[in-house]
């Protein structure tokens, strides 16, 4: 494999702002590097390109460097290949995850379940979509080697970057460049986004078309946040009973009538009492009769594993926090946040909530050294600037939240547009059964239904870091794609 650095292109400031002597970075330089990938066995060669591109103000002055990584295959034209643009969360997460464990050319060094293991570091993913689409990773302001101009001070104007509207405002204009640079116009276009990334990705599909006038085939939501079911009442923001059943049942918690089941057997049932049980009586709140309260309690024990004295002093709603605490209290175990197969030690048995997030631990563990060593040595982008995996973005706006509302209408207004979800059965933030509801809220209609996918996987919120998952979730994109690709067929609405 060629390593070498073949191109270096620096459009602004020199070329001593990017080399390990400096903690700047120029806030426009490009790396580029040669790489062969072999995927599903057959071999790919590609062009890798890592650097930096300007945020602009309305008077073209830079006020922000965003850090990308393009890899395109070598040889295919560009109104022949797709576009997946990639972004993660947080808000403040790096467009780490997904890039080196997930749908890049590299993956991290993991065990099967997503477990670190030393010696760190990389190694080719046999799965990557590479081979049926291009990939960009954006990273937003203060996140990875993003940065704003200036780094900190008064003259940092945060209204700018730091909230839903903001971030969506300026990564569509960022993205306009970056097609435009890399003559990328001609391509079928997607994006993806995970955890807040969907909440993001969600609102950029309406921007990209309203105000770019791009218009994108697929957008991808990866274990997406939707804040609108957060901040909302607890007889709809209380969808957690079959995430609890879930994690219950891969910790061997459930009674033997359930446990003896397959997962997919026991969570239709559980989504059924949730729907139609369960959240009209947490809607009629204290209104509820207490023997009614009692049965409730009692059939919501037998889905999550907690006793019915913890249910009901809790009035039905069990917080999260707690259930991460109370499961599996008695072992001397907390289950993780984002993924609850992660267990977690804490100081005291005692207490509503876990000490800290076993899952994020053990991910920093192994990513953290992964990808500053890939960008170093296999990208060949090098420099003494910390490398933020979570950055400093808050206080973050979340007022004027219509992303879900916006998705729908760009879906309607562009019929070459199709949605997929993926979401892991283990991922207690922003679980499964929540995200199938905003689903069925962004499309209440049902007109839109046929092109809307939803795949689940028996994971967390990355539920790529488990190797099953790993082919099975890149196969569900490559096939996603594949089919949201309409040839010869025009974007038109038939009666």
Partial sequence: MNKSVLAFLFLIFAFTTVNSQSRKISADSVVVTQHEVTINGNKVSYTATTGTQPVWDENGKPIASLFFTYYKKDGAKNADRP???SFNGGPGSASVWMHLAYTGPRILNIDDEGYPVQPYGFRENPFSVLDVTDIVYVN?????????????????????????????TYLADWLNTFVSRYERWESPKFIIGESYGGTRVSGLAYELQERQWMYLNGVIMVSPADYNIYNSDAAISNLDLPYYAATAWHHNMLPNELQQKDLLEVLPEVEDYTLNILMPALARGGSVPIEEKEQIAEKMSFYSGLSKESILAHNLRVPTDFYWKELLRKDGFTVGRLDSRYLGLDGMDAGDSP?????????????TPAINHYLRTELGYKTDLKYYMFGPVHPWNNENNRTRENLRTALAENPYLNILYQVGYY????????TKYSMWQMDPSGKLSDRIDFKGYRSGHMMYLRSEDLKTANDDIRQFILKSLPGDKPAIYNR
């Fill in 427 to 434: 991922d207690g933030a922003c679980n499964y059964f929540a």
């Fill in 83 to 85: 576009l997946l643009i």
């Fill in 140 to 168: 937003p302001a203060n996140t990875g080697y993003s940065r704003t101009i200036p780094e900190s001070g008064k003259e940092v104007d945060k209204s700018k970057f730091f909230g839903i509207n903001a971030d969506i």
């Fill in 355 to 367: 000490d800290f997030n076993a899952e994020i631990k053990s991910w920093l563990h192994s990513f």
